[in-house]
């Protein structure tokens, strides 16, 4: 980047995931940073998260692998059962062939492990309460428009960062395609393991026709938490108590949790047009995380690819000559990556769903399978390594 460019900081809209990763993988290239949030306090709603092996080798780069060790549950494979018996039909290794582990963790303690670091950080500044509300070109750069407890105030960005999540008001205020429905919706809540225990130590994920569910341990496995998704119909989110109605007929592990979980959360499920541009206004705005390419949770992935972003990001702005040239640097990335995620996300949603009998083919065909030939199917997503620091004397 240009010395003036290079001297300005970068602004990030949202500190969700996305947007506290790339401050710290900023502040760690030698950036200052701003990173505007419009919730006055930080909070997670109470559902956890699986981190896979790509992800937490960008956070152990930015020194955070301890902390989130100490929070996180590891898991060595994720075992599908079959929906109505439980009966476990393969079981999917997790850990990267480095050794790098998986984890399950409290949406609540990423966060934390997140911001800690940044209040740690004298490169980064944090400003919640700060909605922004519009942009627009302006000589060198762009003027931000931020409403805030104090009224509406206007400040000068020379290169900003989109993290603002799937209902991306970057992107409207573009004019972009809006994150369309699914038609699926996730219900996300939490058993305490003292109250309806759990399910095995592990993350386990159970297949049924049109639906599925998902159970692991977060907050160093004091807790399961259970996410279940299904079609959403109009009436669905109005009708929570109907949801163990329609999960009744399942492994009864899983209906107890259901029973002990109580009223679980409902989330539509939207997703970014994969066509959606992420460069802006002459390269002085990029989106990064949900508000460039959310996708369906079926892999487990979409945090995980806002951390991926997060530190090519960062390397591609320290290493290229010019601004432009590091965002292009940072699409020709990342663009064939997220197909190649979206796509197995898209398989996992056509496989995890099967009726009946086509359910009995795939079953049949996972259990000729060995683990070692399961987890090669993967090596290409959890075996990524985030650009490293010593390639830094070379050019993009
Ligand atoms: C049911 C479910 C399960 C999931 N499970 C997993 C999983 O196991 N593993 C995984 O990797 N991913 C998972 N995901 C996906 C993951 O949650 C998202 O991909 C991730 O949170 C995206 O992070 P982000 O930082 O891009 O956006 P967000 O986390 O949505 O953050 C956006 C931030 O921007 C702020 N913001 C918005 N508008 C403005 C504005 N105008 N001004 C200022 N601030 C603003 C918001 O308040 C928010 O803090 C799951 C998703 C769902 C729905």
Known sequence: MSAADQARPITIIGAGIGGLTAALALADRGFAVDIFERAPQMQEVGAGLQLSPNALRVLGRLGLMKDLLVHGARAREVILRRAFTGRPIASVPVVASDGMPYVSIHRADLQAVLLRAVDRSPAITLHLGATLQALTPARGGLDLWFISGEGRHRLQASLVVGADGVRSSIARRLGLAAATPSGAIAWRGYVSRDNGGGPPPGITAWLGPRRHAVAYPISGGRETNLVLIEPMKRTTLADPAGLAYRFRSWDRQLT?????????????????????????????????????????????????????????????????????????????????????????????????????????????????????????????????????????????
Do not use: C
Request: avoid cysteine; aromatic fraction near 8%; charged fraction near 25%.
């Open 256 to 396: 107890s949790m259901i029973a002990a979980a109580g009223d679980m959360t409902g989330w539509p499920l939207n997703v970014v047009p994969p066509d959606r541009p992420w460069r802006h206004l002459d390269d002085r705005l990029i989106l990064i995380g949900d508000a460039a390419h959310a996708m369906l949770p079926y892999a487990a992935q979409g945090a995980g690819m806002a951390i991926e972003d997060a530190a090519v990001l960062a390397d591609a702005l320290a290493r290229a000559p010019s601004r432009s040239a590091a965002l292009a640097h940072y699409e020709a990335e990342r663009r064939p990556r997220i197909a190649k995620v979206r796509r197995r996300v898209a398989f996992h949603q056509r496989v995890y769903h099967l009726p009946w009998p086509l359910d009995l083919a795939r079953d049949a065909a996972l259990s000729l399978r060995s683990p070692d030939s399961l987890r090669d199917d993967l090596s290409w997503l959890y075996d990524w390594r985030p650009p490293a620091e010593s390639d830094d004397r070379e050019t993009i």
